[in-house]
Nanobody, 119 residues
Framework: QVQLVESGGGLVQPGGSLRLSCAPG????????MGWYRQVPGKERELVAE??????TNIADSVRGRFTASRDTKNTMFLQMNSLKVEDTAVYYC??????????????WGQGTQVTVSS
């Protein structure tokens, strides 16, 4: 079982910035992809940004040009969020997909961190 520990959420004014972090508790191997999702009450969880093992980044149109996903050599994930809008308010979850030896993959989630954009 892989634990993902998130940090960095909070309250920010429109136009402001926040940086989210997500650290795996221990070593992880055979990463298929890692990224960020968000969810607001009453709606499905949606992809924000994802980095595949080959380095290709998939990012939602709604945040393109404002949000940047990255990772470091210890597989800690980051989401830099600039020019935040009220509609970015949500609980943000980090996500990690690990390949299985016999095919397929397992999915792990962080505990979620609240991001509120409000004046």
């Amino acid at each position: 079982q892989v634990q993902l520990v998130e940090s960095g959420g909070g309250l920010v004014q429109p136009g402001g910035s926040l940086r989210l972090s997500c650290a795996p508790g221990g070593g992880v191997f055979s990463i298929k992809a890692m990224g960020w999702y968000r969810q607001v009450p009453g709606k499905e969880r949606e992809l924000v940004a994802e980095i595949a093992s080959g380095g290709i980044t998939n990012i939602a149109d709604s945040v393109r040009g404002r949000f940047t996903a990255s990772r470091d050599t210890k597989n800690t994930m980051f989401l830099q969020m600039n020019s935040l809008k009220v509609e970015d308010t949500a609980v943000y979850y980090c996500n990690l997909k690990l390949n299985r030896v016999m095919g397929g993959y397992d999915t792990y989630w962080g505990q979620g961190t609240q991001v509120t954009v409000s004046s």
